[in-house]
Every structure is written in C-alpha cells, then in structure tokens.
C-alpha cells in the first residue's frame, strides 16, 4: 500500500523558514519523480517543485530563489525547504509522486498523493 506522510506545516510570519517532510512508503521510490503543489483557499492547485529520480529539480517562477527540493533515497524521505517565505506562500502543500522520470514542473502526472499539511505565513 502506498503512502505519502507530510508532516512540517505550521505558522510563521513573513520572512521566516520552514522545512516540509514527505515519508514515502509501499513502492519503488527511488525511480520516483517526487513533486510539491499547494493550494490555496479559492485558487488553483499549483505545482511548487519537482525533483527527478537524478536529483535535478525544477521550480515555478514564483518560489524559485527561496525554495528547495532534495530527497533522501536512503530514507525514502522528501524535503521542501522554504525560506523568505512570503504571505501569499500560504496554503495546503501536498506530497506527490509520479512512475516516471524525468519529469519537471510542467510535466509531472502525479499518480500518488499525500494528504497535506498546512502552511501559514502572516505578514
């Protein structure tokens, strides 16, 4: 059985840091493209990050210079380290994995997803 575990969310004023934590379970992960989307209250789900089973990673031009993505195949663990983060980061960010590699931003099909963890940031 496939499971994404967030965990990382919570509060934080504008300009501070948060690290976001993905446990992934029940499937081959390290051939696993993994991504991070969010979505906020009256807005569209949008993907955040995506990294490939190489390790290379892409970003949307709104997080890009502030956010980063890594994982750790010996623990099956994603990350997403979000730094300056500004009022309008806020939203529920979600785990996601997609069977395929390579894949980037604007290619990733998630066929896996976690259940979210919230992200508050106040100005």
């Known amino acids: 059985q496939v499971q994404l575990v967030e965990s990382g969310g919570g509060s934080v004023q504008a300009g501070g840091s948060l690290r976001l934590s993905c446990a992934a379970s029940?499937?081959?992960?390290?051939?696993?493209?993994m991504g991070w989307f969010r979505q906020a209250p009256g807005k569209e789900h949008e993907g955040v990050a995506v990294?490939?089973?190489?390790?290379?990673?892409t970003y949307a031009d709104s997080v890009k210079d502030r956010f980063a993505i890594s994982r750790d195949n010996a623990k099956n663990i994603l990350y997403l380290q979000m730094n300056n983060l500004k009022p309008e980061d806020t939203a529920m960010y979600y785990c996601?994995?997609?069977?395929?590699?390579?894949?980037?931003?604007?290619?990733?099909?998630?066929?896996?997803w976690g259940q979210g963890t919230q992200v508050t940031v106040s100005s």
């Open positions: 990294i490939e089973d190489n390790a290379r990673a």
């Open positions: 029940g499937y081959t992960w390290r051939y696993y493209s």
């Open positions: 996601a994995a997609d069977s395929w590699s390579p894949r980037t931003i604007t290619t990733i099909r998630p066929i896996y």
